[in-house]
């Protein structure tokens, strides 16, 4: 198994609210607020959780520019390490 990898499956079992986000975007496009009143999570950790993620490549924010509404979805590297978390 690819290091990178190995990387981010450990990111994805460290918090059991990065494995809600990554599940709940597998097949969706969504705000952070549309993410966090799903879950019911804080809007500040779904933000805090959306911009460590971004980081390490797992989701991908499809409009970086916007101030207000930004989409983000799961990224096939993101896909990947989920499905790992899962076993």
């Known amino acids: 198994m690819e290091e990178e990898l190995i990387e981010v499956i450990s990111i994805v079992q460290s918090s059991e609210n990065i494995e809600r986000i990554l599940d ?14 799903a879950l019911r999570l804080s809007q500040a950790n779904v933000s805090r959780t959306l911009k460590k993620l971004n980081e390490n490549k797992l989701v991908k924010c499809l409009n ?24």
Request: glycine content about 6%; cysteine-free; overall charge positive.
């Open 64 to 87: 970086p520019d916007k101030k207000v509404g930004r989409l983000y979805t799961i990224t096939d590297l993101g896909k990947k390490a989920l499905e790992y978390a899962k076993k």
């Open 24 to 37: 709940y975007l597998e097949n969706r496009i969504k705000t952070p607020t549309k993410i966090a009143k």
